[in-house]
Structure formats: structure tokens, C-alpha cells
């Protein structure tokens, strides 16, 4: 009998740590870790899947840009280089273009101080912003084949630089620095009707609608072009923005149904920029990826993928993924 009863026991107590185990299993797979040492790049597999590295050169790189049919991507790469005439080291940024979105063969387009480069809807075409040798901009239309036409002659910032081109039906929307602060404005890629639309950063366009989603008191906002109607999305409070945990870089999914942006989070004492998506309306906000690493200059692809760049394993990369919310 007592024998029976020591049995007993011991078929519950594997029953329950097989439960236990089967239960944690459940648990974890709700997260996904990139097996490499250093990366600590955790993401949501539940939202985000098929997470690969695209780029493998470890080179500084931000303003990411996919073509419209998701098969090309523009980027800036910046690199530092001594100069033996001044005896110092100087920042380049240069654009680089890869004519297959998955396949990591680089090919420099722009060269000396250019950035934040974005795709015209034929890719073929984008603009692009060139730093002069007197420290203003310009904007700057050139294709994948060469050629460079300038678009505006002078800066529209009045202090500071223009910035964040966005394009659509060949009207373009950047921010500049007017009157000590930033702003969003709208001008055709022949340089005219330039128009201030308002206090803001960082506009993308809606894909098919006359609006565009932008980041206002470190929050995010969309506006109606037509009547420069404003809608708050995200509100970041004064406390977050006063610590830095604001919005970053939001643009629309290619059926305008989705948001991706980047916010600035607390991991224990450390803050990060980790990679969210939210609906059209500002609902179902959801953090796809981040841990203890940075993301920034996501971008959607033609359908549910995105791009990224991260410096997940201390190396500045651009990564893809799958976005499948439900």
C-alpha cells in the first residue's frame, strides 16, 4: 500500500513538472531571440516572422528607403575618414542603392554629404538632401542611372537644416527649420508652391489618400493635406518628452491600414529605440522588436514586410521582416 502511494506520488509531481515545462514552452514562444552572442535582439513572434540580416558590412547607416514594389532599397552610410591636408577626421554620407531588396550587393550612387534619400513611385527616381560647404541644404532630384537636377536653389530652413523628404504624385513633404522650429512643408519637384503646413517632423504620405503621418511634441499626428487638418495618433506626455521617450520615423503600410514607427523606451536604466506598429487609427499598438539594442529607419515593403536597421551585435545593419498582426 505504501509503495502504491510513494507511485502515486511521483506520477503527479512528473505530471505537474511536465505541465510546468509544456506551459514555459508556451510562454517563449510568444518571444524569439536571434541566436547570435551579443545580439540581444528580442522580437514578438507572434507579429513579427522571418527575420533575417540583409547587410553585412557593419558600416553606420540610417535613412532607409524601399522602392514601391519592395524590391530596392536607397540608404545613407556614413563614415569617418582622416583628412592628411587638415590633419582630422571628416563625416561622409553617401547614398547607396541595392537593386534587390534581399541580396546584400551595394552599389554608391551619391558621394560626399548627402542623405535621406526617398523613392519616387516609378523606381527609378528619388531625392535626396545635399549638405553644401557653407552648412545649408538643398533638395536634389537623381535616379538609379546618374544625373542630378536641384530642386530648390536655396534652403527653405531659415536656420538649421531641410530634412525627411517624402514623395507622392510629384509633391514632395519634408520638414525645415523655420522661425526656431521645426516644420512640415509641401513643394512640387519643380520647385514651386512651396507651402508651410503647420509645427511637425519627419512626414511620410499615405499611399493613396491627400494625408500624411508625422511626429508633432514627440508624438504622433496625422494631417489632411487639403485642409491642413491635424489628428493626434499617439500622445507622448510631457514627463516622456522631457526623459526622451518620444516617436520616431512613422509611415504608412502600402494599403494604408498600418503605422510602423520607432519609440524610445526604458530597459532598466538604459533607454532604447524599439520598433512598434499601430493602426491607422492610432489603436492596437504593439511592440514588434527591440531588447537591449537600438532600431531605427523602418520602412514598409510592397505587402507586410518591413526594413529596419538595427545595431543588434554591436554592427549597424538592415534587417527584414514579416509583419502578420491579427
Known sequence: MEKR?????????LTSMMAFVLSLMMVLGS??????????FVYDAGNLR?????????IPKSWLSVSFDGQ?????????????????????????YLRNAMVF???????????????????????????????TTQLVRSSVTGGRTFITRNPISNGGWDNNPSIRNDIIALDAF?????????????????????????????????KLVFIRDGGIWEMNTENAQVTQLLAVSTDDQ??????????????????????????????????????????????????????????WGAGNEVFFISNAGNRDEIWSALVTMH
Request: hydrophobic share 35%.
Open 5 to 13: 502511494i510513494k507511485m502515486k506520488k511521483k506520477l503527479i509531481f
Open 31 to 40: 518571444c524569439a531571440m536571434l541566436q547570435r552572442p551579443g545580439d540581444m
Open 50 to 58: 522571418n527575420v533575417m540580416r540583409i547587410s553585412d558590412d557593419s
Open 72 to 96: 530596392q532599397l536607397l540608404y545613407a552610410e556614413q563614415e569617418s575618414n582622416f583628412d592628411p591636408d587638415r590633419n582630422t577626421n571628416f563625416n561622409t554620407s553617401r547614398i547607396i
Open 105 to 135: 550587393t551595394k552599389t554608391p550612387l551619391v558621394d560626399s554629404y548627402n542623405f535621406a534619400p526617398a523613392w519616387y513611385e516609378n523606381g527609378q527616381n528619388f531625392v535626396y538632401i545635399t549638405r553644401n560647404q557653407n552648412n
Open 178 to 210: 523655420i522661425n526656431n522650429q521645426r516644420q512640415i512643408v509641401t513643394v512640387r519637384d519643380n520647385g514651386s508652391e512651396l507651402t508651410v503646413l503647420g509645427r511637425g517632423m519627419q512626414p511620410s504620405w499615405h499611399p493613396t489618400e491627400n
Open 242 to 299: 522631457r526623459n526622451g521617450l518620444v516617436c520616431r520615423r512613422p509611415s504608412y503600410s502600402r494599403d494604408g491600414n498600418w503605422i510602423i514607427f520607432t519609440r524610445w523606451v526604458r530597459v532598466g536604466n538604459r533607454t532604447f529605440q524599439h520598433l512598434f506598429v499601430m493602426d491607422a487609427e492610432g489603436n492596437r499598438r504593439t511592440e514588434l522588436a527591440g531588447g537591449n539594442v537600438n532600431i531605427w529607419s523602418p520602412a
